[in-house]
């Protein structure tokens, strides 16, 4: 079995020596763009939403990074989706920076097929938070193909129109768990690894905690994120219920998802709640994020972070309640076993927390009472689904007649409260409202929330996203400026950026899956309005939501793929053990302290904008599972 994992000592030493600090090896790095520099990271934004001040303690004050110089340049001009668009849903847009005179006043669509055949039509000029710019429009071309688009000298990436230019990502997505597995031999990616997974950080007890998914361009194991992959490919199998020829099979999703909830059910403790993380460090840095010689009781062993956050026993009792369900024909034991699990986290936590620990709470007793039948887990949904309710600006807040329906860290009438900004969970109020109205329909809450969930998207989300060409999302709204850069200035009180402040805590990073995630919620909110009768709302949201993916695949002011193995100028990932991995998705566009679009586009493999991540991957995975469906 040794001989399987290492060809030889020395094989294994030279593979370690690759990896380990260069303080370990008697060399020093540059603290600006050293290894030091380009690793240190984060904890979990969790982490940022509720303890900003905690985070900045612990990781240190902002700094200026070099990656907030690479803005993008005068070329390409032409941004759009490099994969390409669906025959008859959707907009098909393309965004022309706008370099000056001469104006550019028309655009070329061509088939670079064998048919010949091209559309000729205007461009506009537009007025947009990234400056101006020149749309071209042409929905109205639903003839199969593929095309490239020309303006002046200048041609794009080419791309298809037909059914399956999204459809074809999913595997390659859904794939990428594999990859990331840990605790076993991933073929041409790595050998068997952190096979003595951990010690408590607190007892120094070893505790068998092997296997599970690393989360990001690294090696560590956070709960959170990781158990989101699991809930998401669980959730991709209600979505699809037969899959189609080339989709990934329910058997090997169930495979995955098998895999990984075997670290995710020895991370629970005694009393039932679950640890934070394997591996992820002192206050997140990086002194546990290196491969090990797999040896139980040496010097290199992984530590556990015993403590025990709140909306991870949330997303752990939800999740083991949807593996309850989706197994108990196939394997009842295990089903069994992993419902016992759910009860335990659910017994031994509050049910409480932050507005987006509320709404797991809310589908962990959902997805409870839908396994069981149980009346008190249906009480404890209502009751749930009601307190996220609680957590909305539905009236006019902050001195402005603008914007209404976003989320709130506490009630409206706490005078404390400030908008919800938190990328990674920032949908999940939202979503959490659409499911229980979805499992619930005769509640008396179910009108209430749904009306949330409309208030959101048409106060809030679509007049946010009307503000820039290319349609997507900020990243959230402050109540003045809390750090000394560039908030801007919307009505009354309020703030917004589109990126996550670079002078407020020591972590920020692009944000993918909080487009990708708006983009699950905009397709689930498409389906309810298209099962209501109301085509136009669906029709509206349906666009916003893809907006949101293409931003993703192309659209943007760097006309670059954030997706491995799909699209073009792909920045080449932050990630530093295993390199390239098909269908992971980068952190993304980030901001400086001008708000301004920045991406490293010169192999820095800066982990701000261009390292892989968990989150990213599911909710691109979820927004495809429903929109596709």
Known sequence: MAEAR??????????????????????????????TAAMQRRTFLGSVAAFPALLTAQEGPPRPEPVEQQVAGAGPAIHLNHLGFLPQTGRKILVVRDAGTPAPREFTVRDVGFTPFH?????????????????????????????????GRERSVPFFIGEEVWRKTLPKAVGYYRFQRCGVAVPLVHPACHLD??????????????????????????????????????????DRPTPRPGEPTHAAILDEVRYGNRYFLKMQDSDGRVWHDTAGGV??????????????????????????????CAEFALLQALVARHYRDSDPAYAANSLAAARRAWNASHHGGGTTDLAWWAQAAGELFRVTGEVPFRQE????????????????????????????????DDPHAQPLVDIVNSAQPALALLRLAALFPDAASRPRWQAAVALYLDAYVRPQCARNAYAILPSGMYRGAPSPEHYRPLAGELTYRYFLPTRKQFWWQGGNCHLAAHA??????????????????????????????EWIVGANPFAACMMTGEGMRNPYPHSRFVGLIPGGIMNGIAGNPDDQPILDQEYGMDWRTCEYWSPHVAYYIAALGILDA
């Open 6 to 35: 290492w060809a030889s000592a020395e094989g294994r030493r030279q593979f370690l020596s690759c990896w380990v600090p260069p303080s370990a090896l008697g060399l020093r790095a540059s603290p600006r763009v050293g290894y």
């Open 119 to 151: 559309l000729t039509a205007p461009l506009r000029a537009q007025a947009s938070d990234f400056g101006p710019v020149w749309l071209g429009d042409f929905s109205d071309l639903a003839r199969p193909g593929m095309y490239q688009v020309t303006v």
């Open 197 to 238: 997974d951990a010690v408590r950080r607190d007892t120094g007890e070893h505790v068998d905690e092997v296997g599970g998914w690393h989360d990001a361009g690294d090696l560590r194991k956070w709960m959170d994120v990781t158990m989101l992959n699991a809930i998401v490919l669980l959730r991709l199998i209600d």
């Open 283 to 312: 206050n997140g840095d990086n002194s546990d994020n290196r491969w090990t010689d797999d040896i139980i009781g040496t010097a290199d062993d992984r530590h556990i972070n015993v403590s025990k956050p709140e909306r991870a």
């Open 381 to 412: 949904a209502l009751r749930l689904g009601d307190l996220v309710v609680a957590r909305q600006a539905a009236a006019f807040l902050y001195g402005q007649q603008e914007l209404r329906g976003f989320w709130l860290t506490a009630g409206a």
């Open 520 to 549: 699950e919620l905009l397709g689930r909110a498409a389906a309810v309005s298209t099962a209501a009768g109301d085509a136009p709302r669906a029709a509206a949201y349906t666009d916003l939501a893809y907006r949101q993916l």
